[in-house]
């Protein structure tokens, strides 16, 4: 794809300028996020909501039939929300006419199967490329240009340095809020919004574009300067190191204020991008004003080492690194959101809990490991919910997501009432890292990885390679514990001349709400009289009473 010259009017560099957007009256219950102690939570029909999610491959959304028999198999896989495409091509074939049949589409079957839904408005970008514009778009480099490298050749992604490119994006995504709002302002089915996919300029570390080196060479914004200088002590250490080792200028070029390198180029690149997805984020919040999240293609690392540099993964994402300009430049985007297909899952979500960030986890995988991620990102990050990828391929109440979804469920709500609060908390454990001790209330509790069963009672069952334990305090004794090939040991926290020792214990399930118990366990189901034993094949809850002795 080649440039086309740029005309003067087709850009109008002011992306600075604050969106000025009249508020729509916000109707009084919709979707939002509200704090519960150090959390932050996602609200809905004024209940606390968990996101237990996945997400349609990219194309399902774009036809009802094709995903008519998928319905049935999403709801018996035990989700309670679906995230699905809404693409700018579909829904603005031609410039101004809007079509929202699939959108209405999605509504009503997700109502029909008792399903909320996450839109993901795939508009100017898609995993760091430009392919869900419309063709009106597209196939006009004039009036919506497109980044260009280093040596001048165009690449088929629109750049952020384009208010006509903005424009319609946010004109687009603005109508699309609006008609939600018109269809679904009562009801709720949608509850979020994911505002583009993984963006970022993937190739060259930054927009080389005649206009974009205008930008790069001229001085960091105000507005940015100013967010670094009243966020100096909290910012996100590499950030701020950064701008240390330049000298902490509180004005100049980006090289002079972060130094030469491509990490500046991605600061630069952040910063810009957020600007754009923000306006395109402010302008639908003005229509209607749903929690909005922003996705991330992550850094490879040693995982894919052609993928550790940005521009190897998209330059400009919301990475850790890059936060602060994120938060800076795009204050309508509430969350910022890591994709996580790498296995150092803790790692990702300890730097995306950052700066009160709220973790909510739109991609990743949905097998047995991914079950155990999404008790962690419950249980221990105060997550606002968990969404593997491609639902069309792992829907079934008997895949290990349906299994693990069964029991999420049945405990969410009681980690929603203690998300926060320092009243519940998870582990994880695998063959590498096969122990665990955290302290909850008084007692530390120790998660120990088996893959043998020590119930002569419990099924054989396939090796699973990460677990999750899930710890959640009822009363000063009074425990729920959910766990999977695994024995749970306890000790005091407060005095070492104690010993503890089980009172009760119960295996059971919730149902609606209430406590339903099976066995009473003892004996051989109560390894070395003292601990908890959780089989292998599935997750299963027990309620525990702990006493102490000496
Ligand atoms: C990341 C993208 O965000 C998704 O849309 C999807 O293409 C997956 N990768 C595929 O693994």
């Known amino acids: 794809m080649k440039l086309s010259t740029l005309s003067s009017t087709a850009i109008l560099i002011s992306l600075a300028s604050t969106p000025a957007f009249s508020q729509a009256k916000p109707s009084t219950n919709i979707p939002h996020l509200e704090r519960h102690g150090t959390a932050t939570q996602?609200?809905?029909?004024?209940?606390?909501?968990?996101?237990l999610g996945a997400e349609l491959n990219n194309s399902s959304a774009s036809s009802m039939e094709?995903?008519?028999?998928?319905?049935?198999?999403?709801?018996?896989?035990?989700?309670?929300?679906v995230l699905a495409t809404v693409s700018w091509e579909l829904m603005e074939p031609e410039e101004g006419r809007f079509d929202f049949s699939l959108v209405d589409g999605l509504i009503q079957d997700a109502r029909r199967y008792n399903q909320r839904l996450i839109m993901l408005w795939f508009g100017s970008w898609k995993n760091g490329k430009s392919t869900y514009q419309p063709v009106w778009v597209k196939t006009n480099q004039q009036r919506f240009p497109i980044i260009q490298d280093e040596k001048g050749k165009g690449l088929a992604t629109l750049t952020t340095?384009?208010?006509?490119?903005?424009?319609?994006?946010?004109?687009?995504?603005?109508?699309?809020?609006?008609?939600?709002?018109?269809?679904?302002?009562?009801?709720?089915?949608?509850?979020m919004m994911q505002v583009e996919n993984e963006v970022g300029a993937l190739g060259p570390s930054r927009d080389h574009s005649p206009v974009a080196n205008q930008a790069f060479a001229g001085p960091v914004p105000k507005e940015f300067m100013d967010y670094l200088q009243k966020h100096k002590d909290t910012l996100i250490p590499e950030l701020r190191k950064r701008w240390e080792a330049a000298g902490f200028k509180t004005s100049g070029s980006w090289e002079e204020v972060f130094g030469a390198g491509v990490e500046t180029d991605e600061i630069f690149m952040a910063w810009n991008y957020a600007r754009y997805v923000g306006y395109v984020a402010a302008a639908g919040k003005a229509e209607y004003p749903l929690?909005?999240?922003?996705?991330?293609?992550?850094?490879?690392?040693?995982f894919k080492p052609n993928?550790?540099?940005?521009?190897?993964?998209?330059?400009?994402?919301?990475?850790?690194q890059v936060m602060d300009a994120w938060r800076a430049g795009a204050p309508a985007i509430d969350i910022l959101s890591?994709?996580?297909?790498?296995p150092n899952y803790q790692e990702w979500c300890a730097w995306y809990t950052q700066s009160g960030n709220p973790l909510f986890i739109p991609e990743s995988r949905g097998d047995a490991k991914g079950v155990a991620w999404a008790f962690a990102t419950a249980g221990k990050y105060d997550g606002i919910g968990y969404s593997p990828f491609g639902i069309d391929r792992l829907a079934s109440p008997d895949s290990e997501l349906g299994k693990g979804y069964q029991v999420l469920s049945q405990v969410g709500p009681l980690i929603l009432e203690r998300q926060g609060l320092g009243k519940v908390t998870a582990v994880l454990v695998d063959a590498d890292a096969p122990r665990s001790k955290v302290r909850l209330g008084d007692y530390m509790i120790e998660a120990r990885f088996a893959r043998r069963s020590q119930d002569p009672n419990a099924p054989i069952a396939a090796p699973v390679d990460q677990v999750a334990g899930l710890f959640i305090q009822l009363g000063p004794d009074d425990y729920v514990i959910v766990?999977?090939?695994?024995?749970?040991?306890?000790?005091?926290?407060?005095?070492?001349?104690e010993s503890v020792g089980l009172a009760t214990v119960e295996e059971g399930q919730y149902v609606d709400g209430r406590w339903v118990p099976g066995r009473r366990l003892n004996g051989d189901e109560t390894p070395e009289w003292k601990a908890l034993w959780f089989p292998g094949d599935r997750y299963t809850i027990q309620k525990i009473k702990l006493y102490r002795y000496r």
């Open 307 to 320: 993928e550790d540099m940005p521009g190897g993964y998209p330059s400009g994402g919301p990475l850790p």
């Open 291 to 302: 929690p909005m999240f922003v996705n991330t293609w992550l850094r490879q690392g040693k």
């Open 66 to 81: 094709y995903l008519r028999p998928l319905w049935s198999k999403i709801a018996a896989t035990n989700l309670n929300t």
């Open 161 to 191: 340095l384009s208010n006509a490119n903005r424009d319609a994006d946010a004109h687009a995504f603005a109508a699309l809020m609006k008609h939600i709002r018109e269809l679904d302002g009562d009801a709720h089915t949608v509850i």
């Open 338 to 342: 890591p994709d996580v297909h790498v």
């Open 483 to 497: 766990g999977r090939s695994m024995s749970v040991y306890f000790e005091t926290a407060t005095d070492a001349t």
């Open 42 to 51: 996602l609200i809905v029909d004024g209940k606390p909501f968990l996101v």
